[in-house]
């Protein structure tokens, strides 16, 4: 059973590019968080999705940011205009159901905005 | 909102020390709490968890204990392999589901041989 899959696995882009990060969930897992990461700090929060749903995407930034888990195919995460500052590794996890399961992680996309 | 604080790494031993990583949470309800190991180049995996008050978690030779009146998850190995090197991420789960996790800023451990 392949795990969580994210590519690609390093993107760099210039100033005002737009990035599109990838993540196809593991088989069977209906529920997909997106997760950032700067450099020397922990992973923040930035959305809960379900197929086709919006859950929770109180961590997105209010600009330039949005995802999407469409009913066929990967969950997106878009960033558009990219700044320096949103240069960090973005992690992907799904899991099988809504509440009490463990969350299972992708090897995450290294963002580099130069 | 809520928050995790965990030791400032990176922590080096010899091959076969003790280990305590120390973790402390600031919640407003009773969150389930976490570790999370991550090796170079790779995602995170769940080590360990704890969903209530007193609760042990434990998984290849670590161990954690749930301390709700000292707000802690320390985590512990009594004796570390040069394998156990990796980043170390203390965690609570928050949110209406319990799904939204909280993560530490994690401690580099370094083992020798």
């Known amino acids: 059973n392949a795990g969580v899959m994210q590519n690609p696995r390093h993107l760099v882009r210039r100033r005002g590019q737009e990035a599109r990060l990838r993540c196809s969930p593991m088989?069977?897992?209906?529920?997909v968080y997106w997760y950032r990461q700067l450099p020397e700090e922990g992973l923040k929060f930035m959305v809960y999705?379900?197929?086709?749903?919006?859950?929770?995407e109180s961590g997105m930034p209010k600009e330039r940011f949005s995802a999407e888990f469409p009913k066929e195919g990967p969950s997106i995460l878009r960033i558009q205009q990219v700044v320096r500052g949103d240069s960090a590794a973005y992690f992907c996890?799904?899991?099988?159901?809504?509440?009490?399961?463990?969350?299972?992680f992708g090897p995450g996309t290294r963002l580099t905005v130069t | 909102g809520d928050s995790v604080t965990q030791m400032e790494g990176p922590v080096t031993l010899s091959e076969e020390a003790f280990l305590t990583i120390n973790c402390t949470y600031t919640?407003?309800?009773?969150?389930?709490l976490f570790w999370y190991v991550q090796y170079p180049g790779e995602g995170l995996q769940l080590l360990l968890k704890?969903?209530?008050?007193?609760d042990k978690g434990s998984n290849k030779g670590f161990e954690a204990t749930y301390r709700k009146e000292t707000t802690s998850f320390h985590l512990e190995k009594g004796s570390v392999q040069v394998s156990d090197s990796a980043v170390y991420f203390c965690?609570?789960?928050?949110?209406?589901?319990?799904?939204?996790?909280?993560f530490g800023a994690g401690t580099i451990l370094r083992v020798k041989s």
């Open positions: 996890a799904s899991s099988p159901g809504l509440s009490g399961h463990e969350q299972y």
């Open positions: 088989k069977g897992h209906s529920h």
């Open positions: 999705l379900q197929k086709e749903n919006i859950i929770d």
């Open positions: 919640a407003t309800g009773y969150p389930s």
């Open positions: 704890a969903t209530k008050a007193d």
């Open positions: 965690a609570l789960s928050e949110g209406e589901y319990g799904n939204k996790l909280v």
